[in-house]
């Protein structure tokens, strides 16, 4: 069964650092999407990629997040300057664009996660 | 804007017993459910989802929930638990209109006594 690939599956890093994390989302999906859990709260939406480019996003997603999708497989999300409440687990999920009796539907697939640590 | 409420932030039960993990949730619009289940340090699995028809929804791992418009709830349920079944669940909404974030609550965790 296809899923939604992400590495590296830990990442510790310094404050000040950039950092990428990156996801295969399934093949066949057309729409892509960041989440963060910072350990023990709820899971947050940062950004959603449609066509190339930013569909929506959050009060989180400022100006130090980035995503791109550098080639026909990839999606990424870059932090440019990591801060110590960056730290969490980075959830990527793709979905398909599907309609049931002429409505929208999606639904999100997850990948397992990437854990980012900054110290 | 959508919130998601799940009552129980643990829920601990005998093997074989039933359990049920509450979820109600608020929208100005109309909205599709999940439930998604994050075992261990893993990542997150779709349980069930509602989108339309019928408001009872079977899932994986003999889990159920069911869609109750009037009550603005999507309870999950299982007759008789397994150890396994020991894990985190997220009740989440996301509109109509398709693509759109998830809503997450902020999860229960359900402890299965042996």
């Known amino acids: 069964e296809p899923e939604v690939t992400q590495t590296p599956s830990h990442q510790v890093t310094q404050m000040g650092q950039e950092v990428i994390l990156r996801c295969v989302p399934i093949?066949?999906?057309?729409?892509f999407y960041w989440y963060r859990q910072i350990l023990g709260q709820k899971v947050e939406f940062l950004v959603s990629?449609?066509?190339?480019?930013?569909?929506?996003k959050s009060e989180i997603f400022d100006d130090q997040f980035s995503v791109e999708r550098p080639d026909g497989s990839n999606f990424t999300l870059k932090i440019r300057s990591t801060k110590l409440e960056d730290s969490a687990m980075y959830f990527c999920a793709s979905s398909e664009a599907l309609e049931i009796g002429g409505r929208r539907t999606d639904t999100q697939y997850f990948g397992p996660g990437t854990r980012l640590t900054v110290l | 804007a959508q919130s998601v409420t799940q009552l129980d932030s643990q829920v601990p039960v005998f093997e074989e017993a039933p359990v049920e993990l509450r979820c109600n949730y608020s929208?100005?619009?109309?909205?599709?459910l999940f439930w998604y289940v994050q075992y261990p340090n893993q990542g997150l699995q779709l349980l069930l989802k509602y989108l339309s028809g019928s408001t009872l929804v079977k899932g994986i791992n003999g889990f159920e929930a069911e869609f109750n418009k009037s009550q603005t709830s999507f309870h999950l349920r299982k007759p008789s638990v397994h150890i396994s079944d020991t894990a985190e669940y997220f009740c989440a909404v996301s509109s109509f209109s398709g693509n759109t974030p998830l809503v997450f609550g902020k999860g229960t965790r359900l402890s299965v006594i042996a």
């Open positions: 929208s100005s619009v109309s909205v599709y």
């Open positions: 990629f449609y066509n190339n480019e930013i569909s929506e």
């Open positions: 093949s066949n999906h057309l729409y």
